[in-house]
């Protein structure tokens, strides 16, 4: 039994818009072709990868832990060389930043201020501290003054893009009630964007200590100095050592860094094995749970739930 509703043909795709997918397929296809190409790939170099990559990664164990005194030095040096770099960073593109947002300053100003950060970014920290080395010699300082700057372009251009999505309704409320345009930013936009800068610092912290690691390659300091020392003399045992130390050290500071930055921009603590071990040991007075109507948490509020 048919019905008796017409029978309506499927519309066809605009030729338009099937162009433009094949279009967008090709240079997308062509140039990852073209890429690979130019690698000089071949399937013997394939099929030998694997097998390459796992002798030398067995070569790495079992790991040998005698200089562990000399790799804790040296992974706490790298530390410093990120800690320092990353508030040489924050200190310096904290102004830049509002200078770059176009919500608070004028395009004369903020275009040739964007047009310095991303000059700054296009040199990576390692092509920094070359350029450094004939001025200030290999070490930690080098390394430092690499990662300072190089982070001064990075977290300029994020702090910058955080300040123009802030709301403008506070502003505007501080400047209709008389205030100076200081004022506006001290009170308008900076306690909106604060919580997420804070939160691409101790990320650009996170990133800066990897990068540490990697300018001891080039003897400025660090852990990296040590594991290119163990490598270039075929210490792949001692050279194992390091890389679990370096691997493991990282991987402690991104769950603290990662607890915090949830803290900061969620406001409520983690609920992770950091966290619950912080609150065992200083407790979390801050936090009180209300057990009446539905289980409301009051996270950020130091004052007892209201009376039901």
Do not use: C
């Amino acid at each position: 039994m048919t019905s008796g509703a017409p029978v309506v043909d499927r519309p066809q795709e605009p030729r338009l818009g099937r162009i433009l997918k094949w279009v967008v397929t090709i240079l997308i296809v062509g140039p990852f072709i073209w890429g690979v190409l130019g690698l000089d790939i071949s399937m013997d170099r394939l099929s030998s990868t694997p097998g390459d990559i796992w002798h030398r990664v067995s070569s790495l164990f079992p790991p040998d832990f005698d200089e562990f005194g000399k790799m804790v030095d040296k992974m706490f040096e790298s530390i410093y060389v990120a800690w320092v770099g990353t508030i040489i960073g924050a200190t310096l593109s904290f102004p830049l930043a509002f200078a770059a947002a176009v919500n608070v300053s004028p395009r004369w100003v903020s275009t040739p201020v964007r047009g310095f950060l991303s000059a700054v970014r296009a040199f990576p920290e390692l092509v920094l501290a070359i350029i450094f080395i004939p001025a200030f010699g290999l070490g930690p300082f080098t390394a430092t003054l690499a990662i300072g700057i190089h982070s001064i372009g990075t977290l300029g251009k994020l702090s910058s893009e955080v300040i123009e999505g802030t709301d403008a309704g506070p502003v505007e409320a501080i400047r209709a009630s008389g205030g100076s345009r200081l004022q506006e930013m001290r009170f308008g936009i900076v306690p909106q964007a604060m919580p997420n800068i804070l939160a691409y610092w101790l990320y650009r912290f996170e990133i800066n200590i990897r990068a540490s690691a990697v300018l001891g390659v080039i003897g400025a300091g660090g852990i990296g100095d040590l594991l290119i020392g163990r490598l270039r003399f075929r210490e792949w045992e001692k050279a194992g050592a390091v890389l679990i130390l370096t691997i493991v050290t990282v991987m402690i500071i991104d769950l603290i860094s990662s607890a915090v930055r949830r803290r900061i921009i969620a406001g409520v603590p983690s609920e992770g094995p950091i966290a619950r071990l912080s609150k065992s040991i200083i407790g979390s007075p801050a936090y009180h749970e209300d057990h009446t109507e539905g289980g409301e948490i009051y996270a950020t509020d130091l004052r007892p739930p209201p009376v039901s």
